[in-house]
């Protein structure tokens, strides 16, 4: 698709820009051709790997992304990871075929803002799209089940958030913040192996056993 000039603000007579990235043609074509129905929406770019995505969407600056979790390569978390820092204020919704209570949160962590099952219809994903942008967090129903269901579930007593050192919750707030593990390290000025050290310390005090479940609990605190 031809590159085209968008901003991150928007006016009220603009349309809202979007970008698709989305390995599967026939998916990538409809889920453009759905937004290019909509006067007050326009897909201005469409990628079929999250290389080429990181390569365009900083010139683009679309100001909502849908973004397939499963992309050849390089995956749709770590690629809404590094947009955050290449756009930021950018919103992603993400779109996947599996309700991986992992894959949603390492999604959530990394940046994301929504989440829907594909195929979403025309009705959902125009919706979700407008509701991003104010200020939302759309998610299919049985996701928005299965985060309030985990956080019921992984919630820490006092007791547990009480055992974790400085240290650890410095981790864990870069964790959220959807940081790499390399990167924690580089921002506390700490070696690659000591972030390890205290990831398993954390995992160990919350009772759990990713890094998915560990943000979940953290946030549920």
């Known amino acids: 698709m031809p590159e085209k000039n968008a901003g991150q603000s928007r006016s ?7 970008g ?3 390995d599967d043609a026939r998916i990538r074509w409809s889920l453009s051709a759905i937004l290019e129905e909509e006067d007050d929406l326009e897909c201005v770019g469409t990628f079929a790997s999250a290389e080429e995505a990181l390569t365009h969407l900083p010139k683009l600056k679309p100001q909502v992304v849908l973004m397939d979790v499963n992309l050849p390569g390089m995956n749709g978390i770590e690629c809404v990871r590094r947009l955050a820092t290449k756009c930021p204020g950018i919103q992603v919704i993400m779109l996947t075929v599996r309700e991986d209570s992992d894959i949603i949160f390492d999604s959530l962590a990394a940046g994301a803002c929504g989440y829907l099952l594909k195929p979403p219809s025309a009705e959902e994903l125009v919706a979700a799209v ?3 942008f104010a200020g939302g967090a759309p998610m299919t129903t049985s996701i928005a089940r ?3 269901q985990s956080f019921n579930r992984t919630a820490p007593s006092p007791k547990e958030s009480e055992n974790l050192s400085p240290r650890e919750i410095s981790v864990l707030d ?4 959807g940081l790499a593990y390399k990167e924690v390290a580089a921002e506390l000025g700490i070696s690659y192996s000591t972030v390890h050290r205290h990831i398993e310390s954390i995992y160990r005090k919350l009772h759990v056993h990713s890094r998915s479940h560990a943000v979940a609990k953290y946030l549920g605190a």
């Open 12 to 18: 009220s007579d603009s349309p809202l820009t979007v």
């Open 20 to 22: 698709v990235v989305e």
């Open 130 to 132: 407008r509701d991003v």
């Open 146 to 148: 299965k985060v309030v």
């Open 174 to 177: 870069l964790l959220v913040k």
